[in-house]
């Protein structure tokens, strides 16, 4: 079975400091992993996804994330954070073997970041 | 890039009638289109699987004849939410996949209050 837990319900960084947002993850299958953001009042954006190529993800904005098999982590990294990056943020994994489409989400990361 | 759209955006009923809610690919053909439902602060509950020209299928859980299903084309699928109760109440948010389920986009999210 699959799952996804964020280690942190809310992260508070200053503008211009890295931010780090903690996923580990449980898949039966090799898994293909998520980070999505969700601002308030939009609809949910991907920032990147990893699917078994690199294990270093580029994504949107700065953003990065490193599927790391050993640990079953795959954590969101920005070197500087922005007044705009304060958002929900999720962790994702796809659901069941083969490309199903079908999405777990955790329960969501809070950014808040301060001038 | 791709489009998914939803209406209404917020809709509050009285506890008894239905509401239906519609998702829109824009810009693209989907015969799968999914339905989440996200309670406040919480994460997006995978709900039901619609398909083009068959029945959707409904995640362990989820009422079939509470959330009706209907995917009438391959750009548009609707939720419609029978005898709302309060307990209804809450962010309900669509998705397309692009074909071969690539890439999946999210509608804005219906805000749904049942009085």
């Known amino acids: 079975a699959q799952s996804v837990t964020q280690l942190d319900s809310h992260v508070s960084v200053s503008e211009g400091t890295p931010v780090l947002l903690r996923c580990n993850y449980s898949?039966?299958?090799?898994?293909?992993l998520f980070w999505y953001v969700q601002h308030p009042n939009k609809g949910l954006q991907l920032l990147l996804k990893?699917?078994?190529?690199?294990?270093l993800v580029k994504g949107i904005n700065g953003f990065e994330a490193e599927f790391k098999k050993s640990e079953t982590s795959f954590h969101l990294t920005k070197p500087s954070a922005h007044m705009s990056d304060a958002a929900e943020y999720f962790c994702?994994?796809?659901?069941?073997?083969?490309?199903?489409?079908?999405?777990?989400f955790g329960q969501g990361t809070t950014l808040q970041v301060k001038p | 890039g791709a489009v998914v759209s939803q209406h209404p955006s917020r809709v509050i009923c009285k506890s008894g009638t239905s509401v239906k809610i519609e998702c829109r690919s824009l810009d693209f053909q989907a015969t799968t289109m999914f339905w989440y439902r996200q309670f406040p602060k919480k994460s997006l509950m995978l709900m039901a699987t619609s398909n083009e020209g068959s029945k959707a299928t409904y995640e362990q859980g989820v009422e079939k004849d509470k959330f009706l299903i209907n995917h009438a084309s391959l750009t548009l699928s609707t939720l419609t939410v029978t005898s709302a109760h309060p307990e209804d109440s809450s962010f309900y948010i669509c998705?397309?996949?692009?074909?071969?389920?690539?890439?999946?986009?999210f509608g804005p999210g219906t805000r749904l209050t049942v009085t």
């Open positions: 994702v994994v796809s659901y069941g073997s083969g490309n199903t489409g079908k999405l777990i």
């Open positions: 990893y699917t078994s190529a690199a294990t």
């Open positions: 998705s397309a996949p692009t074909p071969q389920f690539y890439e999946q986009y």
């Open positions: 898949s039966s299958y090799s898994p293909s």
